[in-house]
């Protein structure tokens, strides 16, 4: 049996909910809500029924009726027997903790940092990737190595960015997110430390936790001047001798930063006297907006582990990635993926060699339109937003913004309501860190930008004007960085 929520209990979470500002339905719904999103009110509890929760708040059972009707709508109440449904995240609309699900037709879609494909190169290395694929249908078509003109193509790649590389060194992968769960099941065992930025991409600290290794956080600087604190970062290996680093040095996500060449040579130093692996991260590293001009972290250290895709640069669709490191961690890495899975598919990976063998081609379009929204973004957030202190990145395709009060998670679920998806900055972080912090992707037009910009200050006005909202999401735990 689901452990339920008796009516007391909820009154007192509840606390001064129907301002009159909302239908008491709606105020209901939401502070309910809002109590679910920030763990209050624990997953899979039953709520009190409708009849006994309307008289110890003064309402009529209607009243509580629709507002559980709304949750259920909302995806954050299961359809249980009779009025008893139990909390739930929606697997369909959950803009604050889970983006990467389907969004719902009509909402602006903050949470993903992707663009669509870069279209005629993309298509086109396609139709050139099938010419070449009679010439590979003898084969079993399984290789959990890759296809050999995209490790050559890889190679040379990071031969001509000045870091030589040979095809033996290259192991393709299902994309950068796949990459790195096979890095970590390699060189990381169950508890073992993993050092990250903090904030951090959100899908690698999932990584990180769901293979059972310690996340170790140091924090960024709250301004770009260091961009990154090497001090604490060395300490933090020195100290605790993390079995391994997961670093975003080009363009980092969330803020769009770029580690400095002294700051990477100074780390790598630090991390072989640790004895901690470096595992880079390079996906943005082609969304260099400002055209800064930095040597790839393996330019500093064999010992780096380097990964990256054309997720972010051409399109996520590809779903290839790579996986550069020494030749003799090649096997241990293969080893680990034909637990994972036997190979990519081979068409993408035609297409993917293509699409490496002229990368910059489509990107000098992409880059001039990702400069204007950035641009456009950065200036409709100074014009409509003027308290949140937003940072100007350097490259990526996000921006992320300093909040003038804890209530980024608040925004993210009123926001649906205005028509925008976010993902909240607790997502970016451990431990309930970042409530004050936003990530906001330009990767929208103009014109659709103004529309999420105009909705998020629609969103921060309801919030503003109800105090209990804001009170019912104030953080249970400190918000500190370790």
């Given at each position: 049996?689901?452990p339920?929520?008796n009516?007391?209990?909820l009154?007192?979470?509840l606390?001064?909910?129907?301002?009159?500002a909302?239908p008491a339905y709606?105020?209901l719904?939401?502070?309910?809500r809002l109590l679910?999103?920030d763990?209050?009110?624990?997953?899979?509890?039953?709520?009190?029924s409708e009849?006994?929760?309307a008289?110890?708040?003064?309402?009529?059972?209607?009243t509580v009726?629709?507002?559980y009707a709304s949750l259920?709508?909302q995806g954050?109440?299961t359809?249980g027997?009779?009025?008893?449904?139990?909390?739930?995240?929606?697997?369909?609309?959950?803009?604050a903790s889970?983006?990467?699900?389907a969004?719902?037709?009509?909402?602006?879609?903050?949470?993903y940092?992707?663009?669509?494909?870069?279209?005629?190169?993309v298509?086109?290395s396609f139709?050139?990737?099938?010419t070449e694929?009679?010439a590979?249908?003898p084969?079993f078509?399984y290789?959990?190595?890759?296809v050999?003109?995209?490790r050559?193509?890889i190679?040379?790649?990071?031969?001509?960015?000045?870091?030589p590389t040979?095809p033996g060194q290259?192991?393709?992968?299902?994309?950068?997110?796949?990459?790195l769960?096979i890095?970590?099941?390699?060189l990381?065992?169950?508890?073992d430390r993993?050092?990250?930025e903090h904030?951090?991409y959100?899908?690698?600290l999932d990584a990180?936790?769901?293979a059972?290794?310690?996340i170790?956080?140091?924090a960024?600087p709250?301004?770009?001047s260091p961009?990154?604190?090497?001090?604490?970062m060395?300490?933090?290996?020195s100290q605790?001798?993390?079995a391994?680093a997961y670093?975003?040095?080009?363009?980092?996500n969330p803020?769009?930063?770029?580690?400095?060449d002294l700051q990477?040579?100074r780390l790598?130093?630090a991390?072989a006297?640790?004895?901690?692996?470096l595992?880079?991260?390079?996906?943005?590293?082609?969304l260099?907006?400002?055209?800064?001009?930095t040597?790839?972290?393996a330019a500093f250290?064999s010992?780096?582990v380097?990964?990256?895709?054309?997720?972010k640069?051409?399109?996520?669709g590809?779903?290839?990635?790579w996986i550069?490191?020494d030749?003799?961690l090649?096997?241990r890495l293969?080893?680990?993926?034909t637990?994972?899975?036997?190979?990519?598919?081979?068409v993408e990976q035609?297409a993917?060699a293509?699409?490496?063998?002229s990368?910059?081609?489509p990107?000098?379009?992409r880059?001039?339109?990702?400069?204007?929204?950035?641009?456009s973004?950065l200036g409709?957030?100074e014009?409509h937003?003027?308290?949140w202190d937003?940072?100007?990145?350097?490259?990526?395709l996000t921006?992320?913004?300093?909040l003038?009060s804890?209530c980024?998670t608040?925004?993210?679920v009123l926001?649906?309501d205005?028509g925008?998806?976010l993902?909240a900055?607790?997502r970016f972080?451990?431990?309930?860190?970042?409530e004050?912090?936003?990530r906001?992707?330009?990767?929208l037009?103009?014109e659709q930008l103004?529309v999420?910009v105009?909705a998020?200050?629609a969103?921060?006005?309801?919030l503003?004007?109800?105090?209990?909202?804001?009170r019912?999401l104030k953080?249970?735990r400190?918000?500190?960085?370790?």
């Amino acid at each position: 049996m689901a452990p339920s929520l008796n009516p007391t209990a909820l009154l007192r979470l509840l606390g001064h909910w129907n301002t009159g500002a909302l239908p008491a339905y709606r105020e209901l719904a939401d502070v309910v809500r809002l109590l679910v999103m920030d763990g209050r009110i624990p997953l899979d509890v039953a709520l009190p029924s409708e009849r006994a929760l309307a008289q110890p708040l003064g309402v009529s059972r209607t009243t509580v009726t629709a507002a559980y009707a709304s949750l259920r709508e909302q995806g954050f109440l299961t359809a249980g027997q009779g009025s008893r449904g139990r909390t739930c995240i929606p697997h369909r609309t959950a803009p604050a903790s889970m983006p990467g699900l389907a969004v719902p037709e009509g909402l602006l879609d903050l949470a993903y940092a992707s663009l669509p494909a870069a279209g005629e190169a993309v298509h086109r290395s396609f139709a050139d990737a099938l010419t070449e694929l009679p010439a590979l249908l003898p084969g079993f078509g399984y290789d959990a190595v890759g296809v050999t003109a995209l490790r050559e193509a890889i190679a040379d790649k990071y031969t001509v960015d000045g870091v030589p590389t040979t095809p033996g060194q290259i192991l393709v992968t299902s994309g950068a997110q796949h990459a790195l769960n096979i890095v970590l099941r390699t060189l990381a065992g169950k508890q073992d430390r993993v050092m990250v930025e903090h904030p951090t991409y959100p899908n690698a600290l999932d990584a990180i936790r769901a293979a059972g290794c310690r996340i170790l956080p140091v924090a960024l600087p709250p301004d770009t001047s260091p961009a990154w604190d090497i001090d604490a970062m060395v300490a933090a290996m020195s100290q605790q001798r993390p079995a391994m680093a997961y670093l975003v040095p080009d363009f980092h996500n969330p803020t769009g930063r770029i580690m400095s060449d002294l700051q990477r040579r100074r780390l790598a130093r630090a991390a072989a006297a640790a004895g901690t692996v470096l595992v880079v991260d390079e996906t943005l590293r082609g969304l260099n907006l400002d055209g800064v001009r930095t040597s790839p972290m393996a330019a500093f250290s064999s010992a780096v582990v380097s990964i990256g895709s054309l997720s972010k640069s051409h399109w996520a669709g590809l779903r290839t990635g790579w996986i550069r490191a020494d030749e003799a961690l090649i096997p241990r890495l293969i080893a680990t993926r034909t637990v994972m899975d036997l190979g990519g598919p081979v068409v993408e990976q035609l297409a993917a060699a293509r699409l490496i063998r002229s990368f910059s081609e489509p990107l000098e379009a992409r880059l001039g339109e990702l400069r204007r929204n950035r641009e456009s973004l950065l200036g409709l957030l100074e014009q409509h937003l003027p308290e949140w202190d937003v940072e100007r990145p350097q490259g990526g395709l996000t921006v992320w913004c300093r909040l003038p009060s804890p209530c980024s998670t608040a925004l993210t679920v009123l926001a649906p309501d205005f028509g925008v998806r976010l993902a909240a900055g607790p997502r970016f972080g451990v431990g309930g860190a970042f409530e004050h912090y936003l990530r906001v992707p330009f990767t929208l037009a103009p014109e659709q930008l103004e529309v999420a910009v105009l909705a998020l200050r629609a969103a921060q006005e309801k919030l503003d004007s109800s105090p209990q909202l804001r009170r019912t999401l104030k953080p249970g735990r400190p918000t500190a960085v370790a």
